[in-house]
């Protein structure tokens, strides 16, 4: 979708004019009351759900979370699932042209935080007809924009999803994110952000900025149950400093080289900045229960035992703060081995909960039935 | 100290000769009883203690333990540092001329590991007359080097001191170095390891590894305590994606440059390297019990809580590994924030424990008083 009129960012500059990629699943009732907003985190995009026709590996990011009969029914909610701001898969950013300048952005793509994003899709919701949101739900830094919208848009949400999020970065969270983007512009391929006029991208930046993620996703112990130690050609030790030879460095190499091909170097800038920057509290001396104190939704946060990415006390930090505001809060913590990933991943409890939470919670009020 | 013969190394090539650099304080005594030998880890090297003359800031790296009074008392020991072959500070090391062919080794100096460390260390001792050491102690990589002294050489070890140190690296250990050599070795300027007839340095890649490795070596804690989420610039928030906006990114970047001045990239991959391989239950299948079983010295080990580098457990596994064999071990978990770094740093109690097991445990045999 096409938005002529400017948007206003937090950072004081203005997009010109953008487009929203967005996907939708399901059917808005009558009432238009059924909508659910899906955010998405660092390099995922609209496609949660289902796969494109005749394309069978093309599965969205949360398709086991949500479509007909799944946790977040679509045969009875009307799922949204928008590219966010400055992303790569098909809204506006860092590789698009500015209209005013007639030249690509690259690295001039205006800043985008957490509350722009939200902005942003409270726009398409507008131009969807959608006054208020069934729920809007996120993982990670699609929590994020979740408790955001809670505090921008306090009337247009009913139920807030948080899941495996933090109300900011801690100064490790942000060291990661350092590396990553140092990693980036480093790059001598990164030519100051204007890399797509030389006709080359950073890959070496990106691969080491994904491999970096990729631990933080893991716990230690998932890691050591799928790779431990073992050595890429069994026992016969080549003594190398450069190859590979243990299992993790071939996965890990692996996951570079994929991402190195798909994923737009600005893009990477822009939202580790966006994870770096977010911290509702800021603007109250560091009080989260003050700064949570406009979100009237209820909520349901989730997080997960090995995650030491956004370790289950930041959810915690949250829930405090809500019931500090005598909100209405459900909290699970799922003891789960996967680390930061298991957000992504089955596990029954954590799926049946979010089921529970739809069709109990949401369902009656939501539906009229 | 020169040494003309060959050294066979594990991986099954040779150094024709070689320098191994060290540096001793106190006096050895006349039966030569008193002599403790210290490992270095990954950056550091034979200079343990003291200042050089006229050169206020060149402290060792374990100036605070070793020394007239201190912890480990030069009064009383003689203690011996050495630079590991592969390393950067004297002893030889890629940065050298292959004998053999005349020309810098570069990439091409063989793959050492702890076991051929300890073996030259044995050498050089073998060359200073002494038999037996009063201690062998490191922390870290230096740690897994005492161990190993225990395993190759246990008739040359009376006491064992190993500090936050593990029996092997954890999957997530191997991934954190992977990264940081695939950033040095993915550097332009690294030319396949022979930079040095380019007159360039990998210096973009040493940035990022030791950033990585920063990370790692302090705990969570220590970080939101020191950095936590303060920008540099106070409260205005300039938003951008690559300057630096949060104290940590200071921090780190300023780590990262002054490494890569001094650092040699090679050294990095071959050390990290030593780190991936030492496992010496492997021979063992896995049977860490059954690996020490050939230890006869009697231990110190010590951990600290937040190190989530070589955590609490890791030295447990060694702990339990000795107490199955009946050994004499002292174990000393201390409750310190700093993470793995805390090895490095001032707690009165660490420093009390290691001062009391020199003079209650170590003295009266080593000394004969």
């Known amino acids: 979708m096409h938005f002529a009129s400017p948007l206003a960012l937090q950072s004081g500059a203005r997009l010109a004019g953008y487009d929203l990629t967005y996907e939708t699943y399901g059917t808005l009732n009558a009432a238009k009351s059924n909508a659910v907003l899906v955010c998405h985190a660092l390099n995922a995009s609209h496609h949660v759900a289902g796969v494109y026709e005749g394309q069978d590996k093309s599965e969205g990011w949360w398709d086991n979370m949500i479509g007909p009969g799944k946790p977040v029914d679509t045969n009875r909610f009307f799922v949204i699932g928008v590219n966010n701001l400055g992303s790569c898969f098909g809204s506006t950013g860092p590789m ?12 001039d793509f205006p800043v985008v935080t957490v509350e722009d994003w939200v902005n942003a899709q409270a726009l398409l919701l507008d131009a969807l007809g959608i006054e208020v949101l069934a729920a809007v739900m996120g993982g990670s830094l699609g929590g994020m924009q979740a408790l955001s919208w809670t505090l921008q848009f306090p009337e247009r949400v009913r139920h807030a999803v948080v899941v495996a999020s933090a109300p900011n970065l801690t100064a490790e969270n942000i060291a990661f994110n350092e590396v990553a983007r140092r990693a980036i512009a480093t790059d001598p391929d990164f030519h100051g952000g204007h890399f797509y006029q030389h006709g080359v991208v950073p890959k070496r930046g990106l691969r080491i900025a994904r491999m970096v993620g990729h631990i933080t996703y893991l716990s230690d112990d998932v890691m050591n149950e799928k790779f431990g130690r073992q050595l890429k ?15 993790i460095e071939s996965y890990l190499r692996y996951q570079g080289d994929k991402f190195a091909e798909y994923f737009d170097a600005n893009t990477y800038l822009l939202i580790t900045r966006a994870l770096d920057y977010f911290d509702p509290a800021r603007a109250y001396g560091g009080n989260l229960s003050q700064a949570l104190a406009r979100a009237t939704a209820r909520f349901l946060l989730v997080s997960f035992t090995t995650d030491w990415r956004f370790a ?16 209405d809060v ?24 979010v089921r529970s939470y739809f069709n109990s919670c949401l369902s009656n009020e939501s539906l009229g039935s």
Do not use: C, W
């Not at 050609?233 to 299992?247: A, H, K």
């Open 233 to 247: 050609n069994g026992i016969d030790l080549s003594y190398t400093t450069q190859d590979v030879e243990f299992q």
């Open 96 to 107: 698009h042209v500015n209209p005013e300048t007639g030249r690509v952005y690259g690295a």
């Open 312 to 327: 289950p006390a930041r959810s915690r930090e949250i829930v405090k703060a809500l019931l500090d505001n005598r909100r």
């Open 330 to 353: 459900a909290y699970a913590q799922i003891d789960a081995p996967h680390g930061h990933d298991a957000f992504l991943l089955d596990d029954a409890r954590y799926m049946n909960l």
